[in-house]
């Protein structure tokens, strides 16, 4: 079956960058999008970013251009996201999700990962 | 940016009663093929029930129904059972994407 397994929770300094892992299986990695996306404590959704595993090409949410790198490594099936220059408003859960969809559009969501919370702490 | 905004916020209902979730984009989005719903309950990674507006995902009971276009979309769980109380997200996928804020289904 389809599975997404997430990297384990982290615990980061202001000022410092996070990297987060999610290893795909049971279906062919290059063939779908993966998206990023947080949900802050008691608060809703928030997308981040996605890429093309097949070509490595990359799409951010405004919000967050300059500030988190989407990155593949085709070899083991893993998507990684970097975010950089934390703050505690970065305490998040962070999740992977496949996309579904058409060509033209950034399609929805389904599997999503397990969730790997991220904690901006001094 | 497509702003989708949800209501009510809260919704109190029993068991057994009609839920009807409202998703409101802040301008047309470019196909109703490009709205999709999500059920998250507690400790949980939300979970695709419908796409294209009104598709069930896989393994979606047919209580659950969505309906809509342009700006105006909703979410209609027909009877709600015990597992259904939880939080619901709309998406729109057809620009960058966007999710509302969601709507809480609570028991009454």
């Known amino acids: 079956q389809v599975q997404l397994v997430q990297s384990g929770a982290e615990v980061k300094k202001p000022g410092a960058s996070v990297k987060v892992s999610c290893k795909a299986s049971?279906?062919?990695?290059?063939?779908?999008?993966l998206h990023w996306v947080r949900q802050a404590p008691g608060q809703g959704l928030e997308w981040m970013g996605r890429?093309?595993?097949?070509?490595?090409?990359?799409n951010y949410a405004q919000k967050f251009q300059g500030r988190v790198t989407v990155t593949r490594d085709t070899s083991i099936s893993t998507v990684y996201m970097e975010l950089s220059r934390l703050t505690s408003d970065d305490t998040a859960v962070y999740y992977c999700?496949?996309?579904?969809?058409?060509?033209?559009?950034?399609?929805?969501?389904?599997?999503w990962g397990q969730g790997t919370l991220v904690t901006v702490s001094s | 940016e497509i702003v989708l905004t949800q209501s009510p916020g809260t919704l109190s209902l029993s068991p057994g009663e009609r839920a009807t979730l409202s998703c409101r984009a802040s301008q047309s989005v470019s196909s109703s093929s490009y709205l999709a719903w999500y059920q998250q309950k507690p400790g949980q990674a939300p979970r695709l029930l419908i796409y294209?507006?009104?598709t069930r995902a896989t393994g979606i009971p047919d209580r659950f129904s969505g309906s809509g276009s342009g700006t105006d979309f909703t979410l209609t769980i027909s009877r709600l059972e015990p597992e259904d109380f939880a939080v619901y997200y709309c998406q729109q996928h057809g620009t960058s994407p966007s999710f509302g804020g969601g709507t809480k289904v609570e028991i009454k």
């Open positions: 049971g279906y062919t990695f290059t063939g779908y999008f």
């Open positions: 294209d507006t009104s």
């Open positions: 890429i093309s595993p097949n070509s490595g090409g990359t």
């Open positions: 999700a496949r996309a579904g969809g058409c060509s033209t559009c950034y399609g929805w969501l389904d599997p």
